[in-house]
């Protein structure tokens, strides 16, 4: 059992690239999220989805598009990635039962440069 | 949105039991509270929940008083491998769980 699997685990792009983050659980959980975590910052929270077909937008979307064609899918994609983006990007995922704890993956280090 | 207080560092030594308050003053009603563990390089793990009382499991306990505005996380006999960052979350809901700072406890030997 992988539990949630991110890729690539560390990724340098230049200002004005895109790419896409790879997020991939196999528990079969409703619910799937996007959080980044800058120093002294904590987590933040930037996308997430409560089912395949269903996105909506966190506290810090700005710069990222998700989707969620699959239960087990939920790539978070920068189209343009700037400086402001260089952080460490977790995705995590829950069940819908109400108090569900969520398990995360082991992060995306990104850089842009 | 349930904003939490935690201590920004603590230190222990080996063997000691350690207590990380954290306070959520504006806790709702339906509102669980969950604290969660980051090593270095990894994401947070899930460590214990509760909704009041005490909640105990075979890592920590969990003690909420009756007015649930607080809870205290509590780490029996640590060793070198808690050193780690403890978050504290109040809410159900995804879009509405906060994590703030957290607590970077260090072990020393």
């Known amino acids: 059992n992988a539990g949630v699997t991110q890729t690539p685990k560390f990724q340098v792009l230049k200002t004005g690239q895109s790419m896409t983050l790879q997020c991939a659980q196999d528990m079969n959980h409703e619910y799937m999220s996007w959080y980044r975590q800058d120093p002294g910052m904590g987590l933040r929270l930037i996308h997430y989805s409560v089912g395949a077909g269903i996105t909506d937008q966190g506290e810090v979307p700005n710069g990222y598009n998700v989707s969620r064609s699959t239960t087990e899918d939920f790539p978070l994609r920068l189209l343009s990635a700037a400086p402001s983006q260089t952080s460490v990007y977790f995705c995590a995922s829950s069940s819908q039962d109400s108090n569900s704890p969520l398990h995360f993956g082991n992060g995306t280090r990104l850089t842009v440069t | 949105l349930a904003k939490t207080t935690q201590p920004i560092s603590m230190d222990s030594y080996e063997g000691q039991e350690v207590n990380i308050t954290c306070s959520h003053n504006n806790i709702a009603t339906n509102d669980y509270i969950t604290w969660y563990q980051q090593f270095p390089s990894q994401g947070p793990r899930f460590i214990i929940q509760?909704?009041?009382t005490k909640v105990t499991n075979e890592v920590a306990s969990l003690f909420i008083p009756a007015d649930r505005k607080s809870s205290t996380l509590s780490l029996p006999r640590v060793s070198l491998s808690d050193t780690a960052v403890y978050y504290c979350l109040v809410g159900v809901q995804i879009d509405k769980l906060i994590f703030g700072t957290g607590t970077r406890l260090q072990v020393f030997p």
């Open positions: 509760g909704y009041k």
